[in-house]
Every structure is written in C-alpha cells, then in structure tokens.
C-alpha cells in the first residue's frame, strides 16, 4: 500500500514539474524579441520626416514665400504688359494696366522687406510661371482675353492662399504684417478679375468657400 502511494505521489509532482516547466518555456519564448525581417526596410529619421510632411499641410518657409511672391508678381507685371498689347477690350486692357501698376509697387515693398533679412529674390520667373506667361503670349483675340481673366482668377486665389499661410506660419512679425497688409489688395483684385467676364462661364460661379476676407 504504502508502495503504491508513494509511486503515485512521484508520478503527481513529476506531471506539475513538466507542467511548470514548459509553461515557463511558453514565456520565456514569448518574451524573446523577434528578429527584425531583412526584406522589411527600416525608415530613417529623414524618411519619416518626409512622410509626415507629405502627410500634412505644405510648410511656407521665409524663404519660400519670398521666391514665389518675387516670381508671381513679376509674372503679373508681364502679363499685365502684354494684355495691354493682346487685349481686345477696354476692360482687358485696363486691367492689365492695373495690375502692372499695382504689381510694380509691390515688387518695390517685397525688394526693401527681403533686403532686411539679407535675402536675394530671384530675377527671372520660376519655370512654372515662365511656361505660364509663355502660354498665355501665343494666344490672341477673344482667346486671350478667356485665357488672361481666367488666369487672374487663379492668379489671385492662389496667391491670396500663399499669403494666408506665410502669415500664419512664419515667426517673423515684419514678414506677417507684409502678408496680411498684402492679402487685403489681392482680395481687391481678385474680386475685379471676376468682373471681367459677366457671365461666369469662364471664370467661374464666384468665391471658392475657403477663400474669404475674414480680415
């Protein structure tokens, strides 16, 4: 009797310590890291940037506000020269008049800010507005004067956003108060841009919703 206690004790705590044994082997797995895959490419810090960057709102640094704004003025003054020539109504000619006046002075006020922050704005238009400019001069007639209004719609909207975010996104005060000071008269333009075709069909039903003057 005592016999077969004792062996059925030993065979008790032999199937407990197996037991134990392997659910001790299941954490110890478990707590193991897993090598990393080589076929699965490992992002660097700048790759993670960029996605993130990508991923949200473009950043208008100084510097790239003053390289578009150089070039998108010059291109108005261009332009507006050669709607003065092309234009084939007193509206269109007009127009352009004013927007070689008006961007004239503007370039002025942008050299004298960029000059106080030792910055040198480019003297030749960026390549998208020189093929812009180029296109828009092969046209004549009533062609050009569609063209050039439509464009100052989309001339203007686009600039009024670049304005918007330079202001909200730079830290230097001098440069804020140029974009907001700035927006007020591209708002003004934009507005007359519309005018220039009564019945909308080229230009457009008015406003888009994310372009107002909430100054």
Do not use: W
Request: net charge negative; with cysteine.
């Amino acid at each position: 009797m005592n016999t077969n206690r004792n062996a059925l004790l030993a065979a008790m705590l032999a199937t407990l310590y197996a037991t134990s044994a392997a659910a001790e082997g299941v954490k110890a797995t478990d707590a193991t890291p897993k090598p990393a895959d080589p076929a699965t490419p490992v992002a660097t810090l700048d790759d993670r940037m960029e996605e993130a960057a990508s991923a949200g709102e473009e950043r208008i640094t100084d510097a790239k506000f003053f390289e578009r704004a150089a070039s998108a003025n010059m291109l108005e003054v261009e332009l507006g020269g050669i709607a003065q020539d092309k234009g084939t109504t007193a509206e269109i000619k007009a127009f352009g008049a004013r927007m070689v006046t008006d961007h004239s002075k503007k370039i002025e006020e942008l050299e004298s800010l960029a000059a106080s922050k030792n910055v040198t704005l480019p003297t030749a238009l960026l390549p998208q507005d020189r093929a812009t400019c180029d296109r828009l001069a092969a046209l004549a007639g009533a062609q050009f004067d569609e063209a050039y209004a439509d464009f100052m719609v989309q001339a203007h909207r686009d600039m009024e956003r670049l304005l918007a975010k330079t202001a909200e996104q730079t830290t230097d005060a001098e440069i804020r108060a140029f974009a907001q000071e700035t927006r007020k008269g591209v708002l003004d333009h934009y507005v007359h841009a519309q005018k220039l075709d009564a019945d909308r069909v080229v230009l457009g039903d008015g406003m888009d919703d994310d372009f107002e003057d909430d100054d």
